[in-house]
């Protein structure tokens, strides 16, 4: 995220180069659409921990701050330079291993991408099974990246990344409500924000699986060379017809 190249260290983590209070509107945001007692924050993939400080100075109820990355540099940097921030290093995938208590607003910024789609699933299960009642829900996708594909979306030295599963929506619908959904402007993010709830209308269910097939529509089945053919090819009758 951010302006600048990003860069990669330790042959695995994808570091991005942020200006100073780059979520501050998204945490303002955030924290006016619903505010609950926010006392315990989880942000997956923390980074440098970027995120939780802004909670921090924003918004004044949060009380305790937990940060989740696999990479052992940034870790220490947060131990060094955010010691209000409990760390944790460890794998998404295995949330229930390192947690054993509930949250009042979870996130996870673009960092499900990192695992395929099968376990981005179960990843999210298990973000859902570790939030309150009328906890928050943050999640942040690159919407070009939403569609039905096993294959790499990109990869370099030391990391790998995957397209989103367009399925998380009804998935998510289950046991919470999409109650705010924004583009950063800035890196062009889907910013979503769910709700969880005990009950969960058909109507919300319903508008989650439109949003899966969406996206499908969207980035699978409109990209399809045989379709990008015959686009191609009506074009050129246009054209042709307009000569005449």
Known sequence: MGS????????????????PHFFDDIVKRL?????????????????FGDFLDSVKRINKKSKEFYGLTIAPH??????????????????????????NTTFDCIASFHTLSYVNQDQQKKTTKQMLSLLKSNGLLVLGFLPD????????????????????????FPLLAKDARLVDSFKEERNKYLIQVWKKKTNISYWNRAEALGLSYFFILRNNILQWPFLRGIGSYLIQMIQKRGKK
């Open 74 to 99: 940034e870790a220490q940097d947060i131990k060094k330079n955010k010691k209000f921030i409990n760390i944790t290093i460890g794998k998404q995938q295995d949330l229930l291993r390192h947690y």
């Open 145 to 168: 990246w939403i569609k039905i594909s096993s294959k790499v979306s990109q990869q370099g030295k030391g990391y790998c990344q995957f397209f989103y599963s367009p399925f998380l």
């Open 4 to 19: 600048k190249p990003n860069i990669y260290l330790d042959n695995y983590q994808e570091v991005y180069l942020r200006p």
């Open 31 to 47: 924290f006016r659409i619903s505010s609950p007692s926010n006392q315990q924050i989880l942000d997956i993939g923390c980074g």
